[in-house]
């Protein structure tokens, strides 16, 4: 009876949104319930490196996901893989996610989280401790618990960044512990700055088998990311992209960027299996859906993108360069700061953006201080007024935010 309601509520929300008409006939078929049950409609797949896994171009990061409803309809409308993070929601997020896949034939969705280490200094991407592999076996035990499963696909080594950090050889058996217990199938990385380096590190590592890297239309030196990229998958190691749409806005109130042409960019690439979407509604989730079906890009599309002038506008994302960090003399985690703004003002999701600034010091409002900003952003940031602007989000009690 929940289930058909479930598709009841799916087939009504998105046909109402934009028409059954802009469907593909799958689709149509899948969400009008004429397929018998459980099964689901086929969309267009990339296998994701070694593992083997037939994975929909399209992925969930479950990030704006607020009801385990959304979950299972995403599922039921044909996603396959689920990216969740310890740190969305303080774990409330991997219980919602869990709670959506309940009950489901467990090789028919494909599971990972994000597990971070302690000690990680965010500025500049090394340990401030020695890394402590029975406290981080331990927090991906409580993911699992959290998610109600006996092991997930993927657990991830998030904001890899540094060679050292990537190749510390206590990560490396504590990763491959997580998957000799069980507990994982696979293990991978997530890179939002020094990715390259990154990347080339967990090729090497002969233990990591996938990779989630922040990869966009505003990615700055493409081409060398690009044959890091290359050699990644040829080694066998799955990628997928995160951080897609550079922001999904141009500015804070500006127009949206034209999100269908900056998803299709990235498919030029067909070393990236997937991308992992933080949809957050049923037209987000459609739109996808609709755009997957047809990868090929218009002349209009390549306009919108504006490619061949990418200083034009600044826009909201941050390339996760680090430049600025020693240019300020409170030595500001800068980046971070940058990531929330994005995903308060491109991705309009407030709790994301809490979550993302609430561990950043940011004592006695060290900006209303400073005369003059002396940072000069690679992205062409006003890195002064976002801090001001963003930084009011640390008064925000948690039990304002929603998990
Ligand atoms: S210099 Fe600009 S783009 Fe680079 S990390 Fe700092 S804020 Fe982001
Ligand atoms: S205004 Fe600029 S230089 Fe001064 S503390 Fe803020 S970020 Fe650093």
Redesign the pocket.
Known sequence: MENNNRREFLKKSILAISGAALLPSNLRSGMNGVSPENVRPELPTRILGKTGINTPLISMGTSGATASGFVRSAYEAGIKLFFSATYYGEGNNEKLVGEGLRELPRDSFVVGTAVPSDGMDMRSGTFTKPFDSQAYISKAEQSLKRFGLDYVDFFLFPYAGKREVVLNEEVLKAMELLKKQGKTRFVGIASH?DTEEALKAATDSGVFEMAMIAYNYKTSNLESLNSVIAKARKAGIGIVAMKTTAGAMRQKSGPPINIDAALKWIFRNENISSIVSGMSSFEELQKNLVMIQNLKMSDQELKDLNLADMSAEPGLY????????PQCPNNLD??TI?RSYMYAYGYKNSSQAWHTIANVEISGRPCEKCEVCR?N???G?D?KNKILDISRLKDVPSEFVIA
């Open positions: 700055s941050c390339r996760q360069c680090r430049k600025c960090i800068i980046p940058m940072i952003c690679t992205a940031f890195i």
